[in-house]
């Protein structure tokens, strides 16, 4: 399977917790984005990287929460000192951009589920 | 303001019947994209089908098409002879501007069952 694939599928953590996540996105596609859905709504963006730059972050990205992609592949998100209002699907997508605006369609992963607890 | 409405929560349609999921979207910007995205219960968001804010024809991609109409702002999704495979959550979402990345905006959704 060449599709995007997240790390863990479900966690369930406690209040003030650290949790991680891992993305690893189709091989060829050099961007890669973070979305947080919550229950009963559309998937909100949180940050995006093209290779290993980070290249936005939405405001919903506050200082507990921080994404790497360290070497251009698979990225993680951390949430430091997690809360109940944390309690989300985070989903992962990935796409190619040749640099002149052209885009491949957006793949994303099935998301991982956290509850905090 | 909402930038992107889906105003039918939940829809229910006939197999091999044809509905419509509407979307409005609200942008000042001349240059956007639309999206539609389907999510069945395993969580993965589906692309179905892209309509840039210049292009002429409505979109097509099988049984998908996009009913676009500009001066009404609004972008509605018309899925042809339903299957019950479609039965999902349907997501209308826009990208705003020149931009050339997927940070895109996405309404709250529509879940459609497909009755056989």
């Known amino acids: 399977d060449t599709g995007v694939s997240q790390d863990p599928r479900h966690k369930i953590t406690k209040r003030g917790q650290n949790v991680t996540f891992r993305c690893d996105p189709i091989?060829?596609?050099?961007?890669l984005y973070w979305y947080r859905q919550t229950l009963g709504q559309g998937p909100e963006f949180l940050t995006y990287?093209?290779?290993?730059?980070?290249?936005?972050k939405s405001r919903l990205l506050s200082d507990r929460f921080s994404a790497e992609r360290p070497k251009g592949s698979f990225s993680t998100l951390e949430i430091q000192r997690t809360e109940q209002g944390d309690s989300a699907m985070y989903l992962c997508?990935?796409?190619?951009?040749?640099?002149?605006?052209?885009?491949?369609?957006?793949?994303f992963g099935n998301g991982t589920r956290l509850t905090v607890t | 303001a909402q930038k992107i409405t889906q105003t039918q929560p939940g829809m229910f349609v006939q197999e091999k019947e044809a509905v419509t999921l509407d979307c409005t979207y609200d942008t000042s910007d001349q240059s956007y994209g639309l999206f539609w995205y389907k999510q069945p219960s395993s969580g993965e968001m589906i692309f179905l089908i892209y309509?840039?804010?210049?292009?002429?024809q409505n979109a097509t991609e099988g049984r998908y098409s996009l009913n676009f109409q500009k001066a009404r702002k609004s972008a509605n999704l018309v899925i042809s002879a339903s299957q019950l495979g479609d039965s999902a959550m349907y997501f209308c979402?826009?990208?705003?501007?020149?931009?050339?990345?997927?940070?895109?905006?996405f309404g709250s959704g529509t879940r459609l069952l497909v009755r056989p």
């Open positions: 979402a826009m990208r705003e501007g020149m931009d050339s990345s997927y940070k895109l905006i």
């Open positions: 309509q840039g804010s210049y292009d002429e």
């Open positions: 990287f093209q290779n290993e730059a980070q290249l936005e």
């Open positions: 997508a990935s796409s190619f951009h040749d640099g002149q605006g052209i885009l491949s369609p957006l793949h």
């Open positions: 091989s060829e596609h050099n961007r």
